[in-house]
């Protein structure tokens, strides 16, 4: 199985780990571990078994998921396939609601025109939506709200 994003805070900070009780903590190949060594995670010394501190690890764990993040701005919806936050086309989005306080606000990425999303909460969306036209879906009518009884009844 093959962990993209390892949770650091599965290492303890006060022990020492080898290359391979890493990789069993984390899930992830030997030689993952090894790349990790090469570009920065440093070890104890340079002795075999290569010794490196929980400390080091869960910092540098930390390091490189704060470098990866690419945080969007008031108005800006991020776009996977540009792998940049842009402003959706026509500065317009419209807001999914998923459950009372959460939804997308879902936009079209003007330079590839594929579909945009970003989780917002509801009382936020006037500051993350900011200078944005957004529209809000009314729900569809529930069954109890129809004019017409349902024909699939078994009352009579």
């Known amino acids: 199985m093959r962990k993209r994003h390892p949770n650091p805070r599965l290492a303890k900070i006060h022990r020492s780990y080898t290359v391979d009780e890493i990789a069993t903590l984390f899930g992830v190949h030997k030689n993952s571990v090894r790349a990790w060594v090469k570009g920065g995670l440093p070890t104890s010394d340079d002795r075999r078994p290569m010794l490196i501190l929980g400390r080091d690890l869960v910092a540098f764990l930390h390091a490189r998921r704060v470098k990866n ?3 969007c701005q008031p108005g800006e919806i991020y776009c996977m396939r540009c792998r940049a936050a842009q402003r959706p086309a026509g500065d317009m989005a419209d ?6 306080t959460t939804g997308n606000l879902i936009g ?3 330079c590839c025109e594929s579909m945009m999303y ?3 909460n509801l009382a936020k969306l006037v ?6 036209e ?6 569809l009518p529930h069954i109890d709200e129809s004019v017409q009884p349902c024909v699939n009844s078994d009352l009579e």
Do not use: D, H
């Open 134 to 139: 957004i529209t809000m879906p009314k729900a």
């Open 69 to 71: 993040k690419r945080p």
């Open 118 to 120: 970003r989780r917002v």
């Open 95 to 100: 807001y999914q609601a998923i459950t009372s």
């Open 127 to 132: 500051q993350i939506g900011a200078n944005l």
């Open 108 to 110: 079209i990425c003007p």
